[in-house]
């Protein structure tokens, strides 16, 4: 099993849709959690971090199921620049240091 | 905002060449991280580095790999002898601590060409 899953995509959305993006996670001990975007040939860029609580910015809404190991990411009335690679990214902790891994992405077209 | 810098955008080499490409963290970061995104593929943690040390590497960062902060500024990553297979994207991050919960920082990355 792969140490962080994503849907495989792509999504092709109208703009104003809502889309939700899953993630699995294999490790347990698995102590943080994040969403990134990457636009086509550029870095990753921190959308969000995930709490436990799940976590709200503007219309992006990231939620944490520690006991089914699931992350998920909701984009709300999605724009057209919301067009990207979403990247879910898990560190592990070990001792003396962590672990980043992140999952192979899910690609989002937006179409007007 | 600071960001991260990455030098030079692209290169291309021969196979059996070494390369060095260079980051400049931001400049009150203290940990440093390397990663590769094979075109296509999910970026990959290569390495990272705290207080003039390794503290962590993947299984991807073998002998043919080294990294170092020659001086307060630059961080380096060094392929002794370039492989076709390792044509990809070099990203180089930063965060301020060394914490799991800190955000990571990334530069524009270095695409290499080996051929």
């Known amino acids: 099993r792969k140490e962080v899953e994503q849907d495989p995509g792509p999504f092709n959305v109208p703009e104003g849709a809502t889309v939700a993006f899953n993630c699995t996670y294999s490790?347990?001990?698995?102590?943080?959690f994040f969403w990134y975007r990457q636009d086509c040939r550029k870095e990753p860029k921190l959308l969000m971090s995930?709490?436990?609580s799940g976590n709200e910015d503007g219309r992006f809404t990231a939620q944490l199921n520690r006991a089914s190991q699931y992350i998920s990411l909701l984009i709300r009335d999605s724009k057209l620049s919301d067009s990207a690679t979403y990247l879910c990214?898990?560190?592990?902790?070990?001792?003396?240091?962590?672990?980043?891994?992140f999952g192979a992405g899910t690609r989002l077209f937006v179409k007007a | 905002e600071p960001e991260v810098t990455q030098t030079p955008s692209h290169q291309v080499t021969q196979m059996g060449q070494e390369v060095i490409l260079r980051c400049v963290p931001i400049?009150?970061?203290?940990?440093f991280y390397w990663y590769r995104q094979i075109l296509g593929q999910k970026v990959e943690f290569l390495v990272s580095?705290?207080?003039?040390?390794?503290?962590?590497k993947s299984e991807i960062f073998d002998d043919q790999f080294s990294v170092e902060r020659p001086d307060g500024s630059n961080f380096t990553l060094k392929i002794r002898s370039t492989k076709l297979e390792d044509s990809a994207m070099y990203f180089c991050a930063s965060t301020l601590a060394g914490g799991q919960q800190e955000t990571q920082y990334f530069g524009p990355g270095t695409r290499l060409l080996v051929l």
């Open positions: 995930v709490y436990s």
């Open positions: 990214v898990v560190n592990t902790y070990y001792t003396g240091g962590f672990k980043t891994i």
């Open positions: 580095f705290y207080n003039n040390e390794i503290s962590e």
């Open positions: 490790n347990s001990a698995s102590q943080s």
């Open positions: 400049s009150n970061h203290l940990y």
